[in-house]
């Protein structure tokens, strides 16, 4: 295992420090931090940073353990609004691609393995962030030995992407370990890790500061190799205080360097994506709940609104347990906190064993919140928890499968609150909640779909839409019977009596088209065309009698009964575990 170090500052919207003037806080260079898994860290001569005062800066250092898979000379990873610096090796300029080659996704060659992150945020008074970081790399494509160089390493804007280009190759299959610091700040953007602020009961503004890194922030916060597919491990050392993604393992201070902080150590988490790493910085306040014996439930929230935690803390250890018995699989971490922030970009986010709602989605006030809020909560809790297993546990290697992944937990996250509301029946509202709210949108000119190439960073935040959540929980639910191109395909058919044959027409339905609409209304589907007859009647055929090809405008059946029976084509749906809908797409044919 080799440790190679790179120095990396932050970029500051205040101004950029002079890295000549930083310096290495104590508690980042010394000799006390060890992990079972590499060696103690030694102090790292002639390499200095530290936190600015005013700036909101971070400083940080980082490792990565790597494993190497293919032979290599360069090592990429993800770094935003970050500049690099090495005292020997005269960096790059930075550069950007064109949209034409522009590639963002890492290459395959290296594998992170296991991160180890310090973080020290300053919340109050300016907003720094004094970081480190390593992560243990392994190596896919032959990397390089002992005596490692880096030649020259530069940033490219356009992909986020660090790259150091090594003077030898790293050896495949052997594992390295990457270790850079990092200057940074808390940003006012609710992305990567960002800062917040609230008034108290007494009218004082507190600070708080919180992550939320999915699709592509976490690279904001820390170096990292910020994909889905690349799962790592992760042990995160921030300052007393603050919430993390796994158990507290213990906090100390260590040989009196960090000046009276007190430093938390979370257990090493199981393998995941950088996505789903989260911590909060807060005096906020907790209650518990016994429902669960194996999994520690708590919901967190500011020090006057924590009666309103009360209903989320009754029904969300009961969804977790009814989705442990449901999938059969347990929930894998020994926590799970739930935790409403003033400031959040999303409804609620998944991150593993630390979930983020706002607000007005997980807390309950009896005395002022209607149905349709606590229906809210219910949903957003429910969906947040079934993600747990559907994106985390289970994840799409990339964001253009995204639909899979909100899709997924749409759908189980009805299960869900059926099982803590059961008189709310809340299978029976997914046709009225979901599937006409997707008609609707197919039925725009704007409408895409479900799987959509994501290759820049606007792009993939692109992706997180209506379509993505609620169609994709369509195609699911009718899995073999819907398509998942754009729009809602149009069938017509027109029955010729004398001749016993039917022609079937397809086009895609447009609520209101503009005057260049052409380029959207030329598609063409796989669809599934289903029949009953007066002397069968039989409305639960689900197996397709006949495809119309999506190279096809049209279809002919032939074989029809007598001109004095009626022909009905079918398409049946299952929108609950309990009954069978039939929806008639129309009367071909009647006895006259």
Same mark, same amino acid.
């Given at each position: 295992?080799?440790?190679?170090v790179?120095l990396?500052?932050?970029h500051?919207?205040?101004?950029?420090?002079n890295?000549?003037?930083?310096?290495?806080p104590?508690?980042?260079?010394?000799t006390?931090?060890?992990y079972?898994?590499l060696?103690?860290l030694?102090p790292l001569c002639?390499?200095?940073s530290?936190? +600015? @005062?005013g /700036?909101f #800066?971070i400083v940080g &250092?980082m490792e %990565?353990?790597? *494993?190497?898979l293919?032979p290599t000379?360069?090592?990429?990873?993800?770094?935003?609004?970050?500049?690099?610096?090495?005292?020997?090796v005269?960096t790059?300029?930075?550069?950007?691609?064109?949209?034409v080659d522009?590639d963002?996704?890492?290459?395959?060659s290296?594998k992170?393995l296991?991160?180890v992150?310090k973080?020290?945020p300053f +919340? @109050?008074? /300016?907003? #720094?962030?004094?970081? &480190?970081?390593? %992560?243990?790399m *392994?190596v896919?494509?032959q990397a390089?030995?002992?005596?490692l160089?880096?030649?020259k390493?530069?940033?490219?804007?356009?992909?986020?992407f660090y790259?150091?280009?090594?003077?030898?190759e790293?050896?495949k299959?052997?594992?390295?370990?990457?270790?850079?610091?990092f200057?940074?700040y808390?940003?006012?953007k609710l992305?990567g890790f960002?800062r917040?602020?609230y008034?108290?009961v007494?009218?004082n503004?507190?600070?708080?500061?919180a992550?939320q890194?999915?699709p592509?922030?976490?690279r904001?916060?820390?170096?990292?190799?910020?994909?889905?597919?690349l799962?790592?491990?992760?042990?995160?050392?921030?300052r007393k205080g603050i919430l993390?993604d796994?158990?507290?393992?213990h906090a100390h201070c260590r040989n009196?360097?960090c000046?009276?902080?007190?430093?938390?150590?979370?257990e090493?988490?199981?393998p995941?994506s950088?996505y789903l790493v989260?911590?909060v910085v807060?005096?906020?306040?907790?209650?518990?709940s016994?429902?669960?014996?194996?999994?520690d439930?708590r919901?967190?929230?500011?020090?006057e609104t924590?009666?309103?935690a009360?209903?989320?803390n009754?029904?969300g250890?009961?969804?977790l347990c009814f989705?442990?018995?449901?999938?059969?699989?347990?929930?894998?971490?020994?926590?799970?906190?739930?935790?409403?922030?003033?400031d959040l970009?999303?409804g609620g986010m998944?991150?593993w064993?630390?979930?983020?709602?706002?607000e007005s989605?997980l807390?309950y006030?009896p005395?002022v919140?209607t149905p349709a809020?606590?229906?809210?909560i219910a949903?957003?809790l429910?969906?947040?928890?079934?993600?747990?297993w559907?994106g985390?546990l289970v994840?799409p290697?990339?964001?253009d499968?995204?639909?899979?992944?909100e899709?997924?937990?749409?759908?189980?996250s009805?299960?869900g609150?059926d099982h803590?509301?059961?008189?709310?029946?809340?299978?029976?509202?997914i046709?009225?909640?979901i599937?006409?709210?997707v008609f609707n949108?197919?039925s725009?000119?704007?409408?895409?779909?479900?799987?959509?190439?994501?290759s820049?960073?606007?792009?993939?935040?692109?992706v997180f839409?209506?379509i993505s959540?609620?169609k994709?929980?369509?195609c699911?639910?009718?899995?073999g019977?819907?398509?998942?191109?754009?729009g809602i395909p149009?069938?017509?058919?027109d029955k010729?009596?004398?001749?016993?044959?039917?022609?079937f027409?397809?086009?895609?339905?447009?609520?209101?088209?503009?005057?260049?609409?052409s380029?959207t209304?030329?598609?063409?589907?796989w669809?599934?065309?289903?029949?009953t007859?007066?002397?069968?009647a039989n409305?639960?055929q689900?197996?397709?009698?006949l495809?119309?090809?999506?190279s096809?405008?049209?279809?002919?059946?032939s074989s029809?009964?007598?001109?004095?029976?009626?022909v009905?084509?079918?398409?049946?749906?299952r929108?609950?575990?309990?009954?069978?809908t039939?929806t008639?797409?129309g009367?071909?044919?009647?006895?006259?």
């Amino acid at each position: 295992m080799l440790l190679f170090v790179l120095l990396a500052l932050g970029h500051a919207t205040q101004g950029l420090p002079n890295v000549d003037d930083v310096t290495i806080p104590p508690w980042v260079t010394t000799t006390t931090w060890t992990y079972s898994y590499l060696d103690p860290l030694s102090p790292l001569c002639g390499q200095t940073s530290t936190f +600015i @005062n005013g /700036n909101f #800066s971070i400083v940080g &250092y980082m490792e %990565v353990d790597m *494993e190497v898979l293919k032979p290599t000379s360069n090592i990429t990873l993800h770094i935003s609004d970050i500049i690099t610096k090495n005292d020997t090796v005269k960096t790059e300029a930075s550069r950007s691609l064109g949209p034409v080659d522009l590639d963002v996704q890492l290459p395959r060659s290296i594998k992170p393995l296991h991160y180890v992150v310090k973080l020290q945020p300053f +919340i @109050n008074g /300016n907003f #720094s962030i004094v970081g &480190y970081m390593e %992560v243990e790399m *392994e190596v896919s494509d032959q990397a390089t030995s002992r005596g490692l160089r880096i030649k020259k390493h530069e940033y490219d804007h356009s992909r986020h992407f660090y790259i150091a280009h090594l003077r030898k190759e790293l050896q495949k299959g052997k594992r390295y370990i990457l270790s850079m610091e990092f200057l940074g700040y808390l940003n006012n953007k609710l992305h990567g890790f960002y800062r917040a602020t609230y008034k108290d009961v007494y009218g004082n503004i507190r600070n708080a500061a919180a992550t939320q890194f999915q699709p592509t922030a976490a690279r904001k916060a820390f170096p990292c190799f910020d994909e889905p597919a690349l799962k790592a491990t992760f042990e995160i050392s921030p300052r007393k205080g603050i919430l993390d993604d796994d158990p507290l393992q213990h906090a100390h201070c260590r040989n009196g360097a960090c000046e009276g902080w007190m430093w938390d150590r979370y257990e090493k988490s199981v393998p995941m994506s950088t996505y789903l790493v989260a911590f909060v910085v807060s005096d906020y306040v907790h209650i518990n709940s016994t429902e669960n014996d194996r999994v520690d439930f708590r919901v967190w929230a500011r020090q006057e609104t924590i009666d309103q935690a009360e209903y989320a803390n009754e029904i969300g250890p009961k969804i977790l347990c009814f989705f442990e018995d449901y999938f059969n699989l347990s929930y894998p971490l020994p926590k799970m906190d739930m935790i409403a922030l003033t400031d959040l970009s999303f409804g609620g986010m998944e991150n593993w064993g630390l979930i983020t709602f706002r607000e007005s989605f997980l807390l309950y006030d009896p005395q002022v919140s209607t149905p349709a809020d606590k229906a809210v909560i219910a949903n957003i809790l429910s969906h947040e928890l079934a993600h747990q297993w559907f994106g985390n546990l289970v994840t799409p290697k990339w964001w253009d499968d995204l639909w899979l992944n909100e899709g997924f937990a749409t759908y189980i996250s009805y299960l869900g609150v059926d099982h803590v509301e059961p008189t709310w029946k809340a299978m029976e509202e997914i046709v009225f909640e979901i599937v006409h709210r997707v008609f609707n949108l197919d039925s725009l000119e704007s409408s895409h779909r479900i799987n959509i190439p994501a290759s820049n960073p606007d792009e993939i935040f692109e992706v997180f839409d209506d379509i993505s959540y609620n169609k994709g929980r369509d195609c699911e639910d009718d899995h073999g019977h819907v398509d998942a191109a754009d729009g809602i395909p149009r069938r017509e058919g027109d029955k010729e009596p004398r001749r016993n044959l039917c022609y079937f027409d397809q086009e895609r339905f447009l609520l209101e088209g503009s005057a260049n609409s052409s380029s959207t209304t030329d598609y063409k589907w796989w669809v599934p065309l289903t029949f009953t007859t007066q002397s069968e009647a039989n409305f639960s055929q689900t197996q397709a009698s006949l495809w119309m090809k999506d190279s096809e405008d049209h279809v002919t059946v032939s074989s029809l009964p007598p001109k004095d029976q009626w022909v009905i084509s079918t398409c049946s749906r299952r929108p609950t575990t309990e009954s069978t809908t039939t929806t008639t797409t129309g009367i071909l044919s009647s006895s006259s």
